[in-house]
């Protein structure tokens, strides 16, 4: 056979889509609760939003420019990271606080693992995780809404912690008229968002669909009002479960990639989520059971590894 062939290395099969057409797609599915939360809380939303996301995309860049790495700020998967930071934000919070938070997410938990596709945990929840404990009073000092002319007001999940269902109304949560960050109090707006994701085929229902389900069984056997479907869906709609299981549990880097590890991951969050709500000291939980989620992904992936078609299981041999 005289006809020589040149092949390309791995992988074979390319895809069109690049990492900044996701992220536009994710930017594109956010906008909903983004708008809303603006509308929420006025414009001191939209300053801690811009400045956020000003401050992940300057952070990356001058971070690129001393480590004299090529500049990446192009694939936009900063200005997600300061986006999603800015709508776990209460809209009270301080400007300069927001700003370390951005600087943390990008530098200490993104960038110095080397870049997008090597940390180790959601950068937008390090940042927030990071400034719950550093800024415990701020991070939890939340208003109901310009409709309510900034009243301060403990969230729905608070109030059901210390008063019972009794004292929320699922409707408003549904819609967004309670207390809470910027991006997590209007379920619709946030399922809208979901639903765009979907569609692009951006995420699957995997690790969201495990996430709720999990929790939700968790919560009707354990949690304070057992067995109660009312209660159930106050919990769901309460906190920032939906804006965790659909943007920020299935981020691609750092959530498996596995079939299987998807739904273990989705439980594991879950399971985690319920664990601290009922038990833990806070009444949320969402951004602590994900990253402490994320650690776990290598082992998820481990064991969740689909052996090749063909291969038969090795037996255990004894010594």
């Known amino acids: 056979m005289s006809e020589t062939y040149q092949v390309s290395s791995s992988p074979h099969v390319r895809e069109k889509v690049t990492t900044s057409n996701i992220m536009l797609y994710v930017i594109l599915a956010l906008l909903p609760t983004s708008i809303f939360g603006i509308y929420n809380f006025g414009w001191r939303a939209l300053v801690l939003i811009v400045v956020t996301i000003a401050a992940c995309v300057i952070s990356e860049f001058v971070f690129n420019k001393i480590a004299k790495r090529k500049q990446t700020i192009n694939d936009l998967s900063a200005v997600v990271t300061g986006l ?3 709508l776990n934000f209460p809209s009270t919070l301080p400007i300069w606080e927001a700003v370390i938070g951005a600087f943390f997410a990008i530098i200490v938990v993104k960038m110095i693992f080397g870049g997008l596709g090597q940390n180790f945990m959601n950068p937008a929840l390090g940042g927030r995780c990071f400034l719950v404990i550093a800024f415990a009073a701020d ?17 729905p999940l608070a109030m059901i912690r210390n008063e019972g269902l009794a004292s929320v109304n699922v409707r408003d949560m549904l819609i967004g008229n309670t207390a809470g960050t910027i991006g997590e109090t209007s379920v619709i707006a946030i399922l ?9 085929g951006v995420i699957d229902l995997k690790i969201p669909g ?7 069984l968790f919560m009707c056997i354990f949690g304070k009002e057992a067995f109660s479907f009312d209660y159930v869906v106050a919990q769901l709609c309460g906190g920032g479960l939906m804006l965790g299981a659909f943007f920020m ?14 739904i273990v991951f989705g439980m594991i969050c879950g399971l985690l989520t319920g664990l601290f709500r009922c038990f833990g000291a806070n009444a949320e939980g969402v951004s602590f059971a994900i990253i402490l989620s994320n650690l776990l992904v290598p082992l ?5 590894v689909p052996r090749a078609f063909g291969v038969k299981k090795e037996a255990k041999t004894n010594e």
């Open 192 to 200: 809208i968002g979901a639903i765009i994701l979907i569609l692009f």
């Open 139 to 155: 991070m939890t000092s939340f208003i109901n809404g310009t409709k309510y002319e900034g009243i301060a007001s403990a969230t």
């Open 210 to 216: 495990a996430y709720i389900l999990t929790f939700a």
């Open 300 to 304: 998820i992936e481990k064991v969740t």
């Open 84 to 86: 999603l930071l800015a």
């Open 249 to 262: 549990a299935t981020d691609y880097v750092t959530s498996p990639i596995t079939p299987m590890g998807k």
